[in-house]
């Protein structure tokens, strides 16, 4: 008997929580001892990504909620419906376009400061509008494919 409790057992994942932070935490205690410049916001960029991230799958999962609701089921019946799906890439995607949002905009918030070249783009406006467009569309895919795995029966209807 295995007395390691499941992931699925804790309602809150605090995972990314511990390691985006641990990771800030580590780049703050190096800047203050002296081991590599930069601002304070990218000191907190960990964070800040972290933030960004969740803001957007909350935010794109409640939109395609209200816009495409889902019949509500008992807890156990969705887990078996969504044991098997699986869809890495539009939520990796979506926070590959996250970080790099998060990255261009701390860059326009540095001005002067701004670390030289790490892309020709670096702070822009536009290329921030790109990559929260992106993002946007990324983690609506990942909600969408959600939402196609749990609405088996009604898309069955629409066929006929």
Request: glycine share 14%; hydrophobic share 50%.
């Amino acid at each position: 008997m295995n007395s390691r409790p499941h992931a699925t057992d804790h309602p809150i994942q605090t995972t990314g929580l511990w390691l985006f932070g641990g990771l800030s935490f580590i780049l703050v205690l190096g800047k203050l001892i002296g081991l590599w410049g930069g601002s304070w916001w990218r000191m907190a960029l960990p964070i800040w990504v972290l933030v960004a991230f969740k803001g957007f799958y909350i935010g794109m999962g409640f939109l395609y909620l209200t816009l495409q609701p889902v019949r509500e089921r008992a807890e156990e019946e969705e887990r078996a419906l969504l044991s098997g799906y699986r869809d890495g890439f539009s939520y990796g995607s979506g926070f590959v376009f996250v970080v790099g949002l998060v990255m261009n905009l701390i860059s326009r918030l540095e001005g002067a400061e701004a670390v030289d070249g790490w892309w020709l783009f670096s702070g822009r406006v536009a290329v921030m509008v790109v990559f929260g467009v992106f993002s946007a569309i990324s983690l609506w895919l990942y909600w969408s494919g959600i939402g196609h795995v749990l609405r088996p029966e009604e898309d069955e209807d629409n066929l006929c």
